[in-house]
């Protein structure tokens, strides 16, 4: 095995471009382990550490660039305000000493269908910057991840960063686990509300997590739900409507029985989390005064 | 490979490091320092926690290349005052997890000790909750089932912070 260093961006761009099978190696908590269990031993590591370019964030308009290297830790003191779906995940994340090496492009990286930064990524429609010394590609979230463990960079690309809208409603993030910490979800699931002034761009997001092969927005649920909120109105959630939100959640889901649990308890915690989250959602947007104007 | 790391203050290098080593092993099998303990060696445990440049981690998710140039402190480095060995020279947190009999058979201990430092040190000036303690302390797995005590040392270690001079 090899162990590369990169100094700078351009240099790791030039090392995975020399070396494609490398593997990235950020805050090491996915790669660590796969190599400390003999799981899979990568031919070279690729060592992210000393890229001061990646370890920042910015804001740029209506947008966050998150660098590859801001750990979960820096995600939730730092960003929770703007990016509070992101936030809430990133505290469910492992432990402290965890979530003060861990980066949310690992997470994009290893594409486990369980990490816990997919749901809210894909429910608040954030990119992927993949980065090679050809250039700069955009991926969307929703197409990055390609299969269990799999996604869409090429041998010779980086993660950069991932660009996140800012909030511009309420998100919630819920997972299942068997404690509170230190804790794979079993299934997990996001939703962020965008309640736009104009009528035409309010949406609602979803993320679902480890409840299928990669993670997956739940696309005919969002379209219901996004058509039946009284967004101007401000009147509260219709039961129903709610009840046939989860409902829909699960049909997008695609769960199996594994160790963490069945295929048809995922289906059903699926929905409850799915009204949940809306249930909390609509209560932050009523109370902000959005509706009613 | 060779890795030089500053570890308890003192700059050190270890030779014939293999890549994919973690920087748990070469403190404890290159570097004579076996006070992070080798439990899970996957992050669930909390048993190596260790300070990287400042920040509680899991050593065994370290790569030890990654610890190149860099400092790092373990339970050892913690001691203080002129009789290292001896019980005078332990941490506060050291003597309150003494004091409070929050040791069972003592293997998760360096890395609660190291994890509950970083929370006093946090907290500094006040006792935390109990829920903050848990949270602190949810990476650190004790078999022996001794969290009672464990957290009743935490909040002994930080009322004494409170009372007391800075350490240094």
Known sequence: MDFLRARTWAEALELKAERPEATPIQGGTDVMVEINLDKGRPAALLDLNPVGELTGWSREGEWIRVGAGVTYARLIDELGEVLPGLAQASRTVGSPQIRNRGTLAGNLGAASPAGDGHPPLLASGGIVEAESVRGTRLIPVAEFYTGVKRNALAPDELIRAVRVPAAAGPQYFSKIGTRNAMVIAVCSFAIALDGSDRPEARRVGTGIGSAAPTPLRAVAAEAFLAGELDWAGGSALDEEVARRFGELVAAAAAPIDDVRGRAAYRSHALAVMARRTLGWAWHDYLRAGRGAR | ?168
């Not at chain 2, 290098?13 to 320092?33: I, K, N, P, T």
């Not at chain 2, 996957?42 to 290349?65: I, M, N, R």
């Not at chain 2, 078999?143 to 005590?149: D, I, N």
Request: proline share 4%; net charge negative.
């Open chain 2, 1 to 168: 490979m060779r890795v030089n790391v500053t570890v308890n203050g003192r700059r050190m290098a270890a030779d014939d490091v293999w890549e994919g080593e973690s920087l748990l092993y070469v403190l404890r099998e290159r570097l004579g320092l076996p006070g992070a303990k080798n439990a899970c060696e996957q992050g669930e445990c909390g048993s190596c926690t260790v300070y990287l440049d400042g920040t509680p981690v899991c050593a065994c998710l370290v790569a030890a290349g990654q610890a190149e140039g860099r400092e790092v402190v373990t339970v050892e480095g913690l001691v203080c005052g002129d009789d290292p060995a001896g019980e005078g020279g332990l941490h506060e947190v050291q003597r309150a997890f003494v004091a409070a009999g929050a040791v069972q058979c003592g293997f998760c201990t360096p890395g609660l000790v190291v994890q509950a430092h970083a929370l006093v040190e946090r907290t500094a000036g006040r006792v935390p909750e109990d829920a903050e303690i848990r949270e602190a302390l949810a990476g650190n797995l004790c078999r022996c089932t001794g969290y009672e005590k464990i957290i009743e040392a935490v909040r002994l270690a930080a009322a004494q912070r409170t009372t007391a001079t800075p350490s240094p």
